[in-house]
């Protein structure tokens, strides 16, 4: 990407858009629409042909980033500024694993497993003519097993929500447009990760489960669109600030 200029009074603001595709069959979709000014991220790491291995250290993973969409559902052809930009792919290699206090662990993500990972995590290298990310396992924010985001598995101490829909009227009965609606920051949970690693090695579970309605922090998480069109976050347990029944 070459470099941005900007005086210190501009300020441009990205428009909203969707995107992740882990695999040829799965429907899900990252928002940036809570983006506040312009994010402007390094062009990727060229690795030379001549080097054929990259193993990551410590807690670190080797993504291979899923291709964007080329086409939308109806068939038309996209350019590629208008490409929705991946989220997800596959681990191709793993680190050794980290030291918590006295106690070695391993990675818990294996090669050949697809995975989701936040939006803005990780170096993208570009290795064997195909890209990739580089990150810490911490930046995973789970495992896809099946092609629906409803069935994804959380890591460590993130938690699968599903959304709940925003209001179609205000109190008075008025129809709200779709601009006008407030995004909602409840939702039903789904899924819960096993929880963070205390210093013992161990996991400390989580406070909420699946099941709970809970009232999370607005501008949390990485947004998801399921395959029913349904829409889903996968936050961190310190965004959760409520359970509500």
């Given at each position: 990407?070459?470099?941005?200029?900007?005086?210190?009074?501009?300020?441009?603001?990205?428009?909203?858009?969707?995107?992740?595709?882990?695999?040829?069959?799965?429907?899900?979709?990252?928002?940036?629409?809570?983006?506040?000014?312009?994010l402007v991220k390094a062009a990727a790491t060229t690795v030379a042909p001549k080097y054929?291995?990259?193993?990551?250290?410590?807690?670190?993973?080797?993504?291979?980033?899923?291709?964007?969409?080329?086409?939308?559902?109806?068939?038309?052809?996209?350019?590629?500024?208008?490409?929705?930009?991946?989220?997800?792919?596959?681990?191709?290699?793993?680190?050794?694993?980290?030291?918590?206090?006295?106690?070695?662990?391993?990675?818990?993500?294996?090669?050949?497993?697809?995975v989701v990972y936040s939006k803005y995590a990780g170096t993208e290298v570009e290795f064997?003519?195909?890209?990739?990310?580089?990150?810490?396992?911490?930046?995973?924010?789970?495992?896809?097993?099946?092609?629906?985001?409803?069935?994804?598995?959380?890591?460590?101490?993130?938690?699968?929500?599903?959304?709940?829909?925003?209001?179609?009227?205000?109190?008075?009965?008025?129809?709200?447009?779709?601009?006008?609606?407030?995004?909602?920051?409840?939702?039903?949970?789904?899924?819960?990760?096993?929880?963070?690693?205390?210093?013992?090695?161990?996991?400390?579970?989580?406070?909420?489960?699946?099941?709970?309605?809970?009232?999370?922090?607005?501008?949390?998480?990485?947004?998801?669109?399921?395959?029913?069109?349904?829409?889903?976050?996968?936050l961190r347990a310190s965004d959760i600030m409520a359970v509500i029944g």
């Amino acid at each position: 990407m070459a470099a941005a200029q900007m005086t210190a009074s501009s300020r441009v603001f990205l428009p909203p858009f969707e995107g992740l595709k882990p695999s040829s069959t799965v429907k899900l979709s990252s928002s940036f629409g809570r983006t506040r000014g312009l994010l402007v991220k390094a062009a990727a790491t060229t690795v030379a042909p001549k080097y054929t291995t990259l193993k990551p250290l410590g807690d670190r993973v080797l993504v291979k980033i899923s291709a964007a969409e080329e086409k939308t559902s109806g068939g038309i052809l996209l350019p590629s500024t208008a490409q929705s930009k991946p989220q997800g792919g596959e681990i191709v290699a793993v680190g050794e694993g980290r030291t918590v206090g006295q106690t070695k662990v391993d990675v818990s993500v294996k090669t050949g497993t697809q995975v989701v990972y936040s939006k803005y995590a990780g170096t993208e290298v570009e290795f064997n003519g195909s890209n990739h990310l580089l990150l810490k396992e911490d930046d995973i924010v789970g495992i896809l097993e099946t092609d629906d985001v409803k069935d994804l598995k959380p890591l460590n101490d993130r938690i699968l929500i599903k959304v709940m829909e925003a209001e179609e009227t205000t109190a008075g009965g008025l129809l709200l447009t779709q601009a006008s609606k407030e995004k909602p920051s409840t939702g039903t949970v789904i899924a819960v990760g096993p929880g963070p690693l205390g210093e013992d090695g161990s996991r400390k579970e989580l406070t909420v489960s699946a099941g709970n309605t809970v009232l999370y922090s607005k501008y949390a998480g990485n947004d998801f669109k399921g395959s029913d069109g349904s829409e889903y976050i996968v936050l961190r347990a310190s965004d959760i600030m409520a359970v509500i029944g």
